[in-house]
């Protein structure tokens, strides 16, 4: 089984000003033939607006989960927690926007900063759109990636985005029991991933957070979709994935680094989450490459 993993970003491709490597605007193509069975959950300033080109994913976003397919379009605010994951071994294939109203600030007036506030200030929430309102969307994130860079077509197409996202947003302002939750959860979830590769152990999160561990346990599922010993042991998984991706160093060396002790186990474990060995994943990129 080969595996293809492609992520392109046109590092260039900004209208109006960026900072520090990052750009106001920035756009990316991610295809995962064969296998995409996890991915940690992350967040980023930027607001990210993905449509999907292909196949059918999970999704789970400040402890929302649904499935998203071919044609849908999913808004993640900045500084969400969210994380997308393929189906099975289908193929799967997305367009992503990315804005940055941070590097903004000497544009004011052409993309009317003021005017699309709620999705920057987290008034807006994250949301799942298909049909009608998913297609224009989608039209236009299309538009994005067929425009040239810098040129007056992107900015128009720009405000194009901005504006459908904005007559279809619901504006209001989260509970302090939803801010509590999801501080909770990113709390568990940063402190899983920095205890990696030690023991990961409930009791200890629980601690952590300062809440119980029935409701600390119930509070992560449904942040993530996974409890908390299954996401540390694919955080683990995705971890060793990197390495096998990225060198040669040996899978027994791999193995340990990221936590296992059992090289048997690890073995086994990879198999049941990516359908082949640590060895087959590797080979399977080397045949992709040539």
Same mark, same amino acid.
């Given at each position: 089984m080969?595996?293809a993993v @492609?992520?392109k970003?046109n590092?260039? $491709?900004?209208v109006?000003?960026?900072?520090?490597?990052r750009?106001?605007?920035?756009?990316?193509?991610?295809?995962?033939?064969?296998?995409?069975?996890f991915y940690?959950? @992350?967040? @980023?300033?930027?607001l990210?607006?993905?449509?999907v080109?292909?196949g059918?994913?999970?999704?789970c976003?400040?402890?929302v989960n649904?499935?998203?397919?071919?044609g +849908?379009v999913?808004v993640?605010?900045p500084?969400?927690?969210?994380?997308?994951c393929?189906?099975? =071994?289908?193929?799967?294939?997305l367009?992503?926007v990315?804005?940055?109203?941070?590097?903004?600030?000497n544009?004011? +007036?052409?993309?009317?900063?003021?005017?699309?506030?709620?999705f920057f &200030?987290? *008034?807006?929430?994250?949301? @799942?759109?298909?049909?009608?309102n998913?297609d224009?969307i989608?039209?236009?994130?299309?538009?994005?990636f067929?425009?040239? #860079? &810098? *040129?007056?077509?992107?900015?128009?197409e720009?405000?194009?985005?901005?504006?459908?996202?904005?007559?279809h947003? #619901?504006?209001? =302002?989260?509970?302090?029991?939803d801010?509590?939750?999801?501080h909770a959860?990113r709390?568990? !979830?940063?402190y899983?991933?920095?205890?990696?590769p030690g023991?990961?152990?409930?009791a200890?999160?629980?601690?952590?957070c300062?809440? =119980?561990?029935?409701?600390?346990?119930?509070? $992560?599922?449904?942040?993530?979709g996974? *409890?908390?010993? %299954?996401?540390?042991?694919?955080?683990?998984l995705f971890?060793?994935?990197?390495m096998?991706?990225?060198?040669?160093?040996?899978?027994? %060396? !791999?193995?340990r680094?990221?936590?296992f002790?059992n !090289?048997s186990?690890? &073995?086994?474990? $990879?198999l049941?989450?990516?359908g082949?060995t640590?060895?087959?994943f590797?080979?399977?990129?080397?045949?992709?490459?040539?």
């Amino acid at each position: 089984m080969s595996i293809a993993v @492609h992520c392109k970003q046109n590092e260039n $491709f900004n209208v109006l000003c960026s900072s520090g490597g990052r750009a106001f605007l920035s756009r990316y193509v991610a295809e995962r033939c064969d296998v995409c069975p996890f991915y940690p959950v @992350h967040r @980023h300033e930027e607001l990210e607006v993905v449509l999907v080109c292909d196949g059918t994913l999970t999704v789970c976003c400040d402890g929302v989960n649904y499935t998203a397919t071919k044609g +849908d379009v999913c808004v993640f605010p900045p500084f969400s927690m969210h994380a997308f994951c393929a189906l099975s =071994s289908q193929s799967v294939t997305l367009h992503a926007v990315l804005l940055n109203f941070r590097l903004a600030s000497n544009s004011r +007036d052409f993309v009317g900063v003021d005017r699309y506030a709620a999705f920057f &200030n987290g *008034s807006a929430p994250a949301c @799942h759109m298909h049909g009608d309102n998913a297609d224009e969307i989608g039209a236009t994130i299309n538009a994005l990636f067929g425009a040239r #860079t &810098n *040129s007056d077509e992107t900015a128009v197409e720009v405000g194009n985005l901005l504006a459908l996202l904005q007559s279809h947003a #619901t504006v209001g =302002s989260p509970s302090i029991t939803d801010r509590k939750r999801t501080h909770a959860a990113r709390q568990a !979830i940063d402190y899983v991933a920095a205890t990696l590769p030690g023991r990961v152990e409930v009791a200890d999160v629980a601690g952590h957070c300062g809440y =119980s561990e029935f409701y600390l346990m119930k509070l $992560f599922k449904a942040f993530t979709g996974f *409890s908390v010993i %299954d996401y540390a042991n694919r955080l683990r998984l995705f971890n060793a994935e990197r390495m096998l991706s990225s060198g040669n160093r040996a899978v027994c %060396d !791999i193995a340990r680094a990221v936590g296992f002790e059992n !090289i048997s186990y690890f &073995n086994r474990q $990879f198999l049941r989450l990516y359908g082949m060995t640590p060895t087959e994943f590797r080979d399977g990129l080397t045949q992709t490459i040539d």
